[in-house]
């Protein structure tokens, strides 16, 4: 009654007219569906909070952790352009692909697995890479707080050294290091008149304390295009796993990930599902976004089909109803909770939409831009009107991210939120800490910063007080998306 900001009574008497009987006492719970109409009644728009259906908060401890079977680690590689990451996953694939299933095809799907040789296994089978580091739902997941990577492999190409990428890495391995492993790759070993020293001297003047020199990362010198060394980038990276200890639970409701998704000309919408927690088999129900599915065929990154996907494995699955999107949560659960999760997230979806009515905005820029150019005719009459009729009130954003591709999802994110009276604009987007010229920027332009895993110095902070410009800090997108919202609203003129 508080929430709908009326009487109790008057909350009482419409349940008992929306036929709920006797159970309208005050410690009554309601199910969301009264909840939702009660609501209506009252001429609310409400959203059903949903994520209690699945299961999606982090499950409660385990009374005996090492009961839970070990899971495959999975691992990303990342380097600067050309330094070998194709080339060196293409030769990890097909390595693996010679050693297992003979006369597989091997498919792009967005991961695949490579077997740990038995004599260095430690109860652990196979890695799961990543093969798509630059991906746009990389980012996406990761923006989001849910890395799913549990070791990165820094590929370094020995005869080019520490180039711009290679340092966005280096900066995101020194923010991530609590929770990802790290192995450096010495790549291209097999070029006459490379200096491996030199290499990693360059990447400890960058702060990486290699193993060699004392410190605790690994490095491995490797060659993509000859597999020299694959097998020890192969034993490192399962000790490292070993050391993670990484188990996951293979009973219990599935949680997964989105890699990929694309339309397949007979089984319809088809999109690589990484498993994190339970076991995916045939039938099963899932979730992802607006999307949903009863799984029909599941393969692996041979073409192979499998029953039965269990945490660490990346499939492709068939059966979706609509395409869902790179990057997004998958979650299992019963075919009524999920048709009820799609009405609800779709009527969000929709109230998000119409708040950021993108046609609203273009339709009242483009009156803007028509009004200037008739100005430009000399029709002074004109100029009247126009400093009356302004166009949305906008809020100017600066915005600094750790890496390039974080930076990219922030502006995506941000971009155009708002509606025809007030809108979000970027005004400048880049990779790094936050500096004095952001802040000069962002205090000509009357905007703020938003800083996604980007440090402020005391200094810097002092100084955003100094001008008066505010800096929104956060690691966590979303959290940075109701912040601006929140702005957003704070322009909206009061209508009396
Ligand atoms: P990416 O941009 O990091 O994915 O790099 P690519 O795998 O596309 O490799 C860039 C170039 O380096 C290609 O011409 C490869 O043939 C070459 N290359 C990759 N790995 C090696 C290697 O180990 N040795 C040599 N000599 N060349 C390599």
Redesign the pocket.
């Known amino acids: 009654a508080q929430l709908l900001d009326v009487r109790l009574v008057q909350l009482q008497r419409k349940m008992e007219q929306s036929g709920m009987g006797e159970e309208t006492s005050y410690d009554h719970v309601l199910t969301s569906d009264y909840a939702v109409l009660l609501a209506e009644e009252f001429g609310k728009n409400p959203i059903v909070n949903d994520d209690m259906a699945f299961n999606i908060y982090p499950s409660p401890p385990h009374p005996n952790p090492t009961s839970i079977p070990l899971r495959p680690p999975v691992v990303t590689i990342m380097?600067?352009?050309?330094?070998?990451?194709?080339?060196?996953l293409d030769t990890l694939r097909s390595t693996s692909v010679a050693k297992g299933e003979a006369g597989g095809i091997t498919q792009h799907i967005g991961a695949f697995s490579v077997p740990v040789p038995s004599e260095d296994s430690n109860g652990l089978k196979t890695i799961t890479f990543l093969d798509t580091p630059g991906h746009a739902a990389f980012s996406a997941m990761r923006a989001r707080g849910a890395g799913v990577t549990d070791i990165i492999v820094l590929?370094v190409?020995a005869d080019d050294g520490i180039m711009p990428q290679t340092r966005e890495v280096i900066n995101l391995i020194k923010k991530e290091q609590d929770k990802v492993g790290v192995v450096v790759a010495i790549?291209?070993?097999?070029?006459p008149g490379i200096d491996i020293e030199a290499v990693q001297k360059s990447l400890l003047a960058e702060d990486i304390q290699l193993e060699q020199y004392g410190g605790e990362v690994p490095a491995v010198f490797?060659?993509?295009?000859?597999g020299h060394g694959l097998p020890r980038l192969v034993e490192t990276l399962s000790a490292i796993a070993e050391m993670q200890d990484l188990r996951a639970e293979h009973d219990g409701p599935v949680h997964g990930y989105i890699l990929e998704s694309n339309m397949h000309k007979g089984l319809g919408p088809v999109a690589t599902v990484l498993v994190l927690r339970g076991s995916l088999k045939v039938a099963t129900h899932i979730i992802s976004g607006v999307s949903h599915a009863r799984v029909r065929v599941m393969n692996d990154s041979n073409g192979t089909p499998v029953k039965i996907a269990t945490p660490g494995m990346a499939v492709t699955v068939s059966g979706w109803k609509t395409l869902p999107s790179a990057g997004d949560d998958v979650l299992q659960g019963s075919e009524p909770d999920i048709k009820k999760a799609i009405a609800n997230r779709q009527r969000k979806a929709e109230i998000e939409a119409s708040l950021s009515d993108v046609e609203a905005i273009n339709s009242s820029r483009r009156q803007e831009r028509e009004k200037r150019e008739l100005e430009a005719q000399g029709k002074d009459a004109e100029r009247v009107e126009e400093e009356v009729q302004e166009g949305p009130k906008e809020l100017r954003l600066v915005i600094k991210a750790d890496v390039s591709g974080s930076a990219e999802a922030v502006v995506g994110a941000l971009q155009g939120i708002g509606n025809d009276l007030a809108v979000t604009k970027v005004i400048s987007s880049g990779v790094g800490d936050i500096t004095e010229g952001d802040v000069t920027l962002a205090q000509a332009a009357g905007g703020m910063v938003v800083a996604f895993n980007v440090n402020a110095s005391k200094q810097m902070q002092s100084t955003a007080a100094q001008k008066n410009v505010t800096i929104l800090s956060s690691g966590i997108i979303y959290k940075l998306m109701d912040n601006v919202k929140e702005q957003v609203i704070k322009l909206l003129p009061v209508i009396i």
Do not use: E
């Open positions: 380097g600067h352009v050309d330094h070998g990451k194709t080339t060196l590929v190409a790549n291209k070993v097999d070029k490797v060659s993509g295009k000859t």
